[in-house]
């Protein structure tokens, strides 16, 4: 028996207006993908020919995306650009692979970049404050002259 490679699935998804684009939700339960986890996706700009029934490719790209709210995953800007992708646009989805957030970091790892994706929230650290304590980070004494 000959074996093949085949994406874990293939769908077609509009853009909306922040470039992204939403794993259907039965292909997420199906696999179990949920917000944090990373999707390896090839993604197709295409053009539908509904009166021949024909789907013609026209470019596409490998990308490596983590996976946010109700599946939706954001396109680089430079894809979108390079594609001529814009809003409402449809594209045509081809789900490589997944790998759970657990698996690819560690717990130190995870710290960090808890604090790396909570946009927004930071703090002012004058010459004479210390820098906040993290028990798992290692840090380096600065001295400000």
Known sequence: MKETKEPLAKFHARLDKEGRI???????EALNIEKNDYVEVIVRKIEINPEKSIIKVLKQGYLVARVGAKGLIFLPADLKRDFDLHEKDIIEV?????????ELVSEKGKKLLSKVQTSGKWIEVKQDELIPEDKVMKHFTYVFV
Not at 22 to 28: D, L, M, Q, S, V
């Open 22 to 28: 939403a794993i259907p939700k039965t292909i997420r």
């Open 94 to 102: 081809l789900l490589l692979g997944y790998h759970k957030f657990d």
